[in-house]
T-cell receptor, first 113, second 112 residues
């Protein structure tokens, strides 16, 4: 157990809809990162939040957005869902710092029909 | 652009064997390298973290090495067990944001 939780565990949406995924970080962690993992692939970095500000972004369009709250919980929002957005979405929490490890949650499996 | 490659993509061995998983990366300017385990449909479990200044890390039957200059890491699993069956991912940490760049993983099956 990493102490990182995500909800929901599974979700089915249709193309064009919007979705919000949630993550609760490990206690005391001030940094959260989100990753997308397509079937059979390694996770890809979407973005990171540090103290409620975006602190780096991968190669994902603006329809992927996020929020981090003062209690270090966070959200990933995806607008105008596309079929290719079907994936496992993982959040990872950590302390800021180059030597810190990231602790991953169990993920949310999103299926877009 | 940092690229991470894992070979082989899949591996099947009998129980009790020692085995090595390989990971290579194209840019040696990394902060650290981490090995993860992923069970089907599940999240990632961190196995070992090697800082850029270190050469290896050990945890139980697992030993990971890092050769930054050649862009290579290996994960050695001793006396494999059926419970070791999973996908193993390596990831390098880049500067700036705590961005991890992952390989595609090696799917390991240990046969009883």
């Amino acid at each position: 157990e990493t102490g990182v939780t995500q909800s929901p565990t599974h979700l089915i949406k249709t193309r064009g809809q919007q979705v919000t995924l949630r993550c609760s970080s490990q206690s005391g962690h001030n940094t959260v990162s989100w990753y997308q993992q397509a079937l059979g692939q390694g996770p890809q970095f979407i973005f990171q939040y540090y103290r409620e500000e975006e602190n780096g972004r991968g190669n994902f369009p603006p329809r992927f957005s996020g929020l981090q709250f003062p209690n270090y919980s966070s959200e990933l929002n995806v607008n105008a869902l596309e079929l290719d957005d079907s994936a496992l979405y993982l959040c990872a929490s950590s302390q800021q710092g180059r030597r810190e490890t990231q602790y991953f949650g169990p993920g949310t499996r999103l299926l877009v029909l | 652009k940092q690229e991470v490659t894992q070979i082989p993509a899949a591996l099947s061995v009998p129980e009790g064997e020692n085995l090595v998983l390989n990971c290579s990366f194209t840019d040696s300017a990394i902060y650290n390298l981490q090995w993860f385990r992923q069970d089907p449909g599940k999240g990632l479990t961190s196995l070992l973290l090697i800082q850029s200044s270190q050469r290896e890390q050990t945890s139980g039957r697992l030993n990971a090495s890092l050769d930054k200059s050649s862009g290579r890491s290996t994960l050695y699993i001793a006396a494999s067990q059926p419970g070791d069956s999973a996908t193993y991912l390596c990831a390098v940490r880049l500067g700036g944001a705590q961005k991890l760049v992952f390989g595609q993983g090696t799917r390991l099956t240990i046969n009883p």
